[in-house]
C-alpha cells in the first residue's frame, strides 16, 4: 500500500485556458492508480467539489479520506510558467489525522497540517515547511524538492553549489536522499558520499502545471514500493514526468514511454528575446517571457530592456546586431509579424542559431519560411521557454 497526503485543489490556467480539480495529492494518486498496489489518499475539499472528487477516487480504485472545508482553494495562472494565485485567503489551518503506514507521499499544504510516521516517506514540500516541522518520523526519508524551496529550507545563500545544499538538508532533516529539481537544466540527486544528476527529456510540448507531483509521486512508486536506487527512481520519474508534460495523462503507464535525454547545460545560456514591444499587451509579454527565462537560470538580452527606444536607428541596429552574434538562442513572438522580428530571425538563423518561435494566431502560411529554415514553432509560452533553454 501507498499512502498519498496532499493538497486537493482547482487550479485554472487563462492561457491556454484549463480548469481541472486535482492538487498536489489528487494528482499524484490519480498517477499512481492501477500499479498493482493499493493507494490510499488523505486531504482537504471544499463541500462543492466533494462529489467530483470523490467520484475521481472511485474511478481509478483510490481509497479517499476527505476532511471537508468550507471552500476547496483554487489556484490561478495567467499562464502556466506565472507565478499561481490562491484564493480565497487563508485565515485557518486544519489539522488532518495523523497518517502511520509503511509507505508514505507527503505533500506540504497550505490550508492544512499534517503528521505521518513510516517506514519509508517521500516529502515534498511545496509549503516551504521543513518535515522536522510537520513532526512527522521516517525510518527512511527522502526529500524531493525545487531549487528555491531547497535554498530556502537550508538557509544557504543562492551561490552556494546545490551540491552543498542537498548536502545540508540531508544532515539537517536526517534524510537518505535529497533530490533538487533544477527546472529545465534536470535534477540533482544527493545521498551521502555521492552525487547524480538526472536529465530532462525532450518531448513535443510542455505542461508545467504539475509536472513536480508526478516526479514526487513517480519517485516515491519506484523508490519506495519497487525499492529502486534513488538514481534510478529518479531517473524513471523524469521519464514520467516528460510523458505527464507532453500528454497530460493520467495514470501513468506501467511502463514509461523512451524520451530522448538532453544534455544538462553547464553554463548558463544567452538568450536573445525578439519581439515588438509597441503596446502595453506587448510589452506585458516580453516582460512575461524575460522573467521566466531568467528563473531558468538563462542569461537574456531584451532589446526593450537591454537598449530601449532611444537613440539613432543606426545605435540601435548595432547593438541587437551584437547581441544576436553573441547568443546561444532565440525566442521570438512573431504575434502580429513585426517587420523588425523578422528581420532578427532571418540574421539568426543565418549565423547558425537556434531559433523557437512563438506563434500565437498566425496563419501556417506565413510561417513557411520559418518552418523551412528548421525554426522551432509553438503556439504556447511554457513549450516556448522551455525548448529556448534546452
Known amino acids: 500500500m501507498l499512502s498519498i497526503v496532499g493538497g486537493t485543489y482547482l487550479e485554472e490556467c487563462q492561457e491556454p485556458l484549463s480548469i481541472e480539480l486535482y492538487g498536489s495529492g489528487l494528482r499524484a494518486a490519480a498517477a499512481l492508480a492501477d500499479k498493482g498496489f493499493e493507494v490510499s489518499f488523505k486531504s482537504c475539499v471544499g463541500d462543492t467539489e466533494l462529489d467530483a472528487a470523490t467520484l475521481t477516487c472511485k474511478t481509478l480504485s483510490i481509497n479517499p479520506s476527505f476532511k471537508i472545508v468550507p471552500e476547496t482553494i483554487t489556484f490561478f495562472y495567467n499562464h502556466p510558467l506565472s507565478p499561481p ?13 495523523d497518517t502511520v503506514a509503511d509507505n508514505i507521499l507527503l505533500f ?5 497540517k ?3 510516521s513510516g517506514t519509508y516517506v517521500v516529502y515534498d514540500p511545496q509549503n516551504w515547511i521543513s518535515f522536522k516541522e510537520t513532526g512527522s518520523t521516517a525510518e527512511h526519508l527522502a526529500l524531493v524538492l525545487n531549487k528555491k524551496e531547497a535554498y530556502l529550507l537550508s538557509g544557504l ?5 546545490l551540491t552543498e545544499v ?8 536526517q534524510a ?14 544527493i545521498e551521502q558520499g555521492s552525487s547524480y544528476e538526472i536529465p530532462v527529456f525532450n518531448t513535443m510540448t510542455v505542461w508545467p502545471i504539475g509536472s513536480g507531483d508526478i516526479f514526487s509521486a513517480a519517485f516515491a512508486w519506484k523508490w519506495m514500493i519497487e525499492k529502486l536506487p534513488a538514481a534510478d527512481a529518479a531517473l524513471f520519474a523524469s521519464q514520467y514526468t516528460a510523458y505527464y508534460c507532453e500528454t497530460r495523462v493520467l495514470p501513468l503507464p506501467r511502463e514509461a514511454k523512451s524520451y530522448r535525454p538532453l544534455t544538462i547545460n553547464k553554463r548558463r545560456s544567452k538568450i536573445y528575446l525578439a519581439g515588438p514591444f509597441f503596446t502595453i499587451a506587448e510589452r506585458w509579454l516580453i516582460e512575461e517571457l524575460r522573467n521566466a527565462l531568467i528563473d531558468f537560470n538563462n542569461l ?8 530601449g527606444v532611444n537613440g539613432t536607428s543606426e545605435e540601435i541596429v548595432k547593438q541587437d546586431l551584437q547581441a544576436i552574434q553573441n547568443c546561444d538562442a532565440m525566442l521570438a513572438i512573431i504575434t502580429g509579424s513585426d517587420v523588425g522580428t523578422l528581420f532578427e530571425i532571418g540574421y539568426a ?34 513549450t516556448a521557454v522551455y525548448k529556448t533553454s534546452w
Open 300 to 307: 537574456v538580452f531584451s532589446p526593450f530592456h537591454d537598449v
Open 108 to 112: 506540504g499544504q497550505i490550508e492544512a
Open 176 to 189: 537518505e536522499v535529497v533530490i533538487i529539481k533544477n527546472g529545465s537544466q534536470g535534477a540533482l540527486v
Open 166 to 173: 542537498g548536502r545540508s538538508l540531508l544532515k539537517n532533516e
Open 85 to 97: 494565485v490562491a484564493y480565497p485567503e487563508i485565515n485557518f489551518i486544519y489539522q488532518l489525522s
Open 114 to 116: 499534517a503528521k505521518v
Open 349 to 382: 538563423k543565418a549565423l547558425g542559431k537556434k531559433v523557437v518561435v512563438l506563434a500565437e494566431n498566425v496563419r501556417e502560411n506565413d510561417l513557411t519560411m520559418l518552418i523551412g529554415s528548421n525554426c522551432t514553432i509553438t503556439t504556447d509560452i511554457s
Open 157 to 161: 545563500p543562492e551561490e552556494t553549489a
